[in-house]
């Protein structure tokens, strides 16, 4: 669906997935308005490359706006009206750097989900066999050789080979999750970008690499205000009138990166009790009066404003007095 500057309607047309490139390359420049979804960032580099001006919402911000029950005709109805709207809270484009970043950081993640998962199922099958260890990773690596080449434990030789495979399993995740480990590295040292938010307290290579490929253009946000709530950093609330009722953070927004945040900004708050700058202080004296977590939330929206405004004005980090 297309309208005019009037918001009259120009054109409806239904058109595959593979017609979509060529009439959208045959339109005069004009905005595109698209609900961001799978391979919603590939299409809008796409329209962007052919002159367009694209801008990306979420869909939950575009449903309210859908009249009637959900057809492709109402939901084309309602992105039209909702990319008009002045207020509008629109999704960072990727450009395809940040799409392989990010990609790296998904596939990181999910193997080490994997890894934890395969430690997990060690140890709980070995329980079974009367074998209990701790449930530190290292001591997969460490000590099931040694409980399998072990004969006067109750393993049977069938166990121990099914034990054997599932150790070989541990160890190809565990390789592979420092190759991911070693391409993150590659990556961080030919970005300015990572390096210089990285001299952050807090932000190590991961999540500067990590916020890199999530946030792309900062001027996107008007203010680090902005970011730390797009990242859901910020209390959620039920007010009602002139009563503010403050709750805690959500689960929405992107989580992988909030975690990486919160628990770089926990790594400081447990290191700065022998430190005397401004900055630990206000820290120090936040953990006392509002608790850890509280504390530690609280150091991740502040890395989150620092953050946008070295990006923003293409700054480098200056310690706190």
């Excluded at 859908?66 to 109402?74: A, I, L, M, P």
């Excluded at 140890?123 to 290292?138: D, N, P, T, V």
Aim: charged letters at 25%; a positive charge; glycine letters at 6%.
């Amino acid at each position: 669906m297309a309208v005019d500057a009037q918001g009259k309607v120009t054109l409806k047309k239904r058109l595959s997935r593979s017609a979509l490139p060529e009439f959208v390359a045959k339109l005069p420049p004009c905005l595109i308005g698209i609900e961001a979804c799978g391979s919603s960032h590939y299409w809008a580099r796409k329209f962007i490359a052919y002159g367009h001006s694209v801008k990306m919402m979420s869909p939950q911000f575009v449903k309210p706006y859908v009249k009637g029950n959900k057809t492709d005709q109402n939901d084309a109805e309602a992105i039209c009206e909702a990319v008009t709207r002045p207020n509008m809270r629109f999704v960072p484009i990727k450009q395809i750097e940040q799409q392989d970043m990010q990609s790296l950081h998904r596939m990181r993640s999910q193997s080490m989900k994997n890894r934890t998962a395969l430690a997990n199922q060690i140890r709980g099958l070995l329980a079974e066999y009367g074998i209990i260890f701790s449930k530190q990773i290292q001591n997969i690596r460490n000590q099931l050789p040694t409980i399998i080449d072990d004969r006067e434990n109750d393993l049977s030789d069938f166990s121990r080979a099914l034990f054997s495979g599932l150790y070989n399993d541990f160890l190809v995740l565990d390789k592979r999750i420092k190759e991911y480990d070693r391409k993150i590295d590659m990556l961080f040292k030919s970005d300015e970008r990572c390096k210089r938010i990285e001299k952050i307290p807090g932000i190590g290579v991961i999540c500067a690499t990590a916020i890199v490929s999530a946030i792309g253009d900062p001027s996107l946000f008007k203010s680090g205000r902005e970011l730390s709530a797009w990242l859901w950093l910020v209390p959620r609330q039920c007010s009602n009138g002139n009563k503010q009722n403050l709750l805690g953070i959500s689960k929405r927004g992107d989580c992988y990166l909030r975690s990486l945040l919160i628990h770089g900004a926990r790594s400081v708050l447990y290191r700065m009790h022998d430190k005397e700058n401004l900055r630990n202080q206000w820290a120090i004296r936040l953990k006392e009066r509002r608790g850890t977590n509280k504390a530690c939330v609280a150091i991740a929206n502040k890395n989150a404003r620092i953050i946008w405004a070295l990006l923003a004005k293409n700054e480098d980090y200056r310690y706190a007095a």
